[in-house]
């Protein structure tokens, strides 16, 4: 009797998560070398070079092991039940991606609506805090704590002279006068209409049109470009026009690490589309039966553009 069970395609022994598990700990050791050293005045060159060097082996490994998963595609290795494998996969993934940013979304919002307001002296929380600053009252952005408003550990005994002080300036709505050069306003429109592209692109595919799929999918990941030179401007902005550091209070933390990871996002998502584009346009893959790559490549996108929606209003305007 004829077996007609779906087969299941297992790859033999891979060398690429054993890569893959020494660049991520060369990257975040490096970037933690990093963060230590500039404590000290200057990011050391060692922790540069362990950064540098596990970034690279990412790189590496990320080219080698999905040229292989490319490859066994192409000759038809894979059954419907291993693409469910990948799209659970993808999804499992992208989740995570979401719990990693709700968990800096959370910390802005629990700094900005309890210790905050607590450090002011608002509640039963925050009802000693005269003994120690009784001159503060919370405002946000916070570039200081109180402690750092009375001149450190050494002006302690004076502390209920101390003043908190905001930034004259900051990164948030600069009002409607000024809105047409607010950079996070462009950036918001251009990765919006990015999204856009990306799905038209799909719908091309679907279509079986490659020439517009390859159009609008060159679009998008020319949008996703401008806007991290558009961020890069934005930071320049910040640094040199607001004096404003990962250094700078809470404020300068939430900000670069919220805007910064969302930025290293962006980059990795018009990564993975530029493959995508590239595997069309000179190797002529997907079709509208399959096209697994290109899909998984656009959820992600989707799923930076959403974030940033959230960012902008969390972080640049409300």
């Not at 005045?41 to 040229?67: D, H, K, N, R």
């Not at 040199?240 to 809470?250: A, C």
């Amino acid at each position: 009797m004829e077996n007609s069970s779906e087969s299941y395609y297992v790859p033999a022994q891979s060398h690429w998560p054993i890569i893959g598990a020494v660049g991520l700990t060369s990257t975040l050791g490096g970037g933690a070398l990093i963060l230590h050293s500039m404590q000290q005045g200057q990011a050391s060159l060692f922790s540069q070079i362990v950064l540098i060097s596990g970034v690279l082996i990412l790189a590496g490994m990320m080219f080698g092991w999905f040229a292989s998963v490319v490859a066994e595609t192409r000759k038809g290795l894979y059954s419907p039940q291993l693409d469910i494998s990948f799209r659970m996969g993808m999804s499992w993934f992208i989740f995570s991606e979401v719990m990693f940013f709700a968990a800096f979304f959370g910390a802005l919002w629990y700094v900005r609506n309890l210790a905050g307001p607590w450090l002011g002296g608002e509640s039963d929380a925050g009802r000693f805090n005269y003994l120690l600053w009784e001159s503060f009252s919370y405002e946000w952005p916070m570039m200081e704590t109180p402690q750092d408003a009375v001149g450190g550990v050494s002006g302690q005994i004076t502390a209920n002279n101390g003043v908190m002080t905001g930034p004259e300036r900051n990164m948030s709505f600069p009002g409607w006068n000024n809105i047409f050069h607010w950079l996070p306003l462009w950036n918001t429109v251009i990765l919006m209409s990015s999204s856009v592209t990306a799905h038209i692109a799909h719908l091309a595919l679907l279509a079986g049109n490659r020439k517009k799929q390859n159009i609008w999918l060159g679009i998008t990941v020319a949008l996703g470009m401008i806007f991290v030179y558009l961020q890069y401007l934005e930071y320049h902005e910040a640094y040199v026009d607001y004096g404003l550091f990962l250094s700078s209070g809470i404020y300068g933390s939430t900000f670069f690490m919220l805007t910064g990871f969302h930025g290293f996002h962006v980059c990795m998502g018009a990564f993975m589309l530029l493959v995508q584009w590239l595997r069309s346009t000179r190797g002529g893959h997907f079709t509208k039966e399959d096209h697994f790559g290109f899909e998984a490549s656009s959820w992600y996108w989707h799923f930076v553009d959403v974030v940033w929606v959230g960012l902008f209003l969390f972080v640049y305007i409300i």
